[in-house]
Antibody
Framework: EVQLVTSGGDVVQPGGSLRLSCAASGFSFDDSDMHWVRRAPGKGLEWVSVIYWDGGTTYYADSVRGRFTVSRDNNKNSLYLQMNALRSEDSGFYYC???????????WGQGTLVAVSA | IVMTQTPGSLPVTPGEPASISCRSSQSLWDGDDGDTYLDWYLQKPGQSPHLLIYTLYHRAAGVPDRFSGSGSGTDFTLDISRVEAEDVGVYYCMQRIKFPYTFGQGTKLEI
């Protein structure tokens, strides 16, 4: 069974940093491209980032490019999102997701809550 | 690519059909492989999102056959043939023909 357990969410001040983690199990993590998706309070889903299976290719949403960095450790079956220069609009639930059928977002973690507030 | 979903809110009666529309600012059809890269996701209250329909019309495992996806090019529809109480939540379309992937604004289905 695919399991994605997200952690690292916290309350942080504007301009601060946070690192999210996603622990994966139940599938071949090192064969899987992985994504981050977020949902701000009262808003819809926003795709954030992707990292390919080998860590060699990454893409970002325009809203986070240059501030967020996605990475992975295939030896630890873990995905990360380093978030710097945080803004209030970065607040929300952050989900990691594994590609599934035809590279859709087939499995999702439970999410971790980030609150950027003074 | 901008994704536009309508309606924003959809009150429905159990047993009745429901339909959600999604429009993309560019074609989601890949001429190389013939696939259309449009997915539908549902986020039920208090839960993480999950996949309903991938690549235009393919139902994900465990998704009831009352859900169906259709469309072409830039215009897409998610149909529910007979709504059940458990279908409440927010439905999103998402394009993945090019990065950055983008979601529609969401449609809240209410009983």
């Amino acid at each position: 069974e695919v399991q994605l357990v997200t952690s690292g969410g916290d309350v942080v001040q504007p301009g601060g940093s946070l690192r999210l983690s996603c622990a994966a199990s139940g599938f071949s993590f090192d064969d899987s491209d992985m994504h981050w998706v977020r949902r701000a309070p009262g808003k819809g889903l926003e795709w954030v980032s992707v990292i390919y299976w080998d860590g060699g290719t990454t893409y970002y949403a325009d809203s986070v490019r240059g501030r967020f960095t996605v990475s992975r450790d295939n030896n630890k079956n873990s995905l990360y999102l380093q978030m710097n220069a945080l803004r209030s609009e970065d607040s929300g639930f952050y989900y990691c997701a594994k590609e599934g059928y035809s590279d859709s977002l087939g499995s999702w973690g439970q999410g971790t809550l980030v609150a950027v507030s003074a | 690519i901008v994704m536009t979903q309508t309606p924003g809110s959809l009150p429905v009666t159990p047993g009745e059909p429901a339909s959600i529309s999604c429009r993309s600012s560019q074609s989601l059809w890949d001429g190389d492989d013939g696939d259309t890269y449009l997915d539908w996701y549902l986020q039920k209250p208090g839960q993480s999102p999950h996949l309903l329909i991938y690549t235009l019309y393919h139902r994900a495992a465990g998704v009831p056959d009352r859900f169906s996806g259709s469309g072409s090019g830039t215009d897409f529809t998610l149909d529910i043939s007979r709504v059940e109480a458990e279908d409440v939540g927010v439905y999103y379309c998402m394009q993945r023909i090019k990065f950055p992937y983008t979601f529609g604004q969401g449609t809240k289905l209410e009983i």
